[in-house]
């Protein structure tokens, strides 16, 4: 049982480079997310997934998209990277809502 | 939307002190409240969490409480261990959306 795994687990861009970042969970969650961590700032939602088939934007939503391809996988997409997406993303998932979410491993990115 | 304030954010206790992190939070239509620890370079893990129908949660040397009408939580840990060093983060969920506190970074001292 992996849970949340992502992947790449680091990556280097360069300014307007486009990447995506893969998610999958083996829980059978309906809702996953994706959030960034910078120092001092926490965890900052960007999109989720309440079910397969749905998106929301989160509260940093500006630069990514996101597509739920299927109810495990969860992917985000940088389509011109720009030096203030360096971060560490996380994905997430929960049951629903609104119960314990789950997280993988993190990928550390930088846009440089 | 909410907003959730953690503090402090840093703390530093001696080995087998107690520890106490506290956040408020601004709307109450929250009723979900986790807190999950993140060792230095891993992924955030839940350690406990409480519902809004619940005034207070127990685990072993951790435990969480919860003021409906003050809009605050707070984690308490007791006798402090070195494995206890990691960054916290409470979080409060409105039914749709987790929202997290900035972090306390916890060390203990041996």
């Known amino acids: ?112 | 939307g909410e907003n959730v304030e953690q503090h402090p954010s840093t703390l530093s206790v001696q080995e087998g002190d107690s520890a106490v992190i506290k956040c408020t939070y601004s709307d109450s239509a929250s009723n979900y409240f986790p807190w999950y620890k993140q060792e230095l370079g891993k992924r955030p893990q839940l350690i406990i969490d409480i519902r809004s129908n619940v005034g207070e949660k127990k685990d072993q040397r951790i435990a969480v409480t919860l003021n409906k009408t003050a809009k605050h939580f707070s984690l308490h840990i007791t006798e402090t261990q070195p494995e206890d060093s990691a960054v916290y983060f409470c979080a409060a969920n409105t039914g749709n959306q987790f929202y997290f506190g900035t972090g306390t970074s916890l060390t203990v001292i041996p």
Request: hydrophobic share 30%; aromatic share 10%.
């Open chain 1, 1 to 112: 049982n992996a849970g949340v795994t992502q992947t790449p687990k680091f990556q280097v861009l360069k300014t307007g480079q486009s990447m995506t970042l893969q998610c999958a969970q083996d829980m059978n969650h309906n809702s996953m997310y994706w959030y960034r961590q910078d120092p001092g700032m926490g965890l900052r939602l960007i999109y989720y997934s309440a079910s397969e088939g749905t998106t929301d934007k989160g509260e940093v939503p500006n630069g990514y998209n996101v597509s739920r391809l299927n109810k495990r996988e969860f992917s985000l997409r940088l389509e011109s990277a720009a030096p203030s997406q360096t971060s560490v993303y996380f994905c997430a998932s929960s049951n629903t809502l609104n119960t314990e979410a789950f997280f993988g491993q993190g990928t550390r990115l930088t846009v440089v």
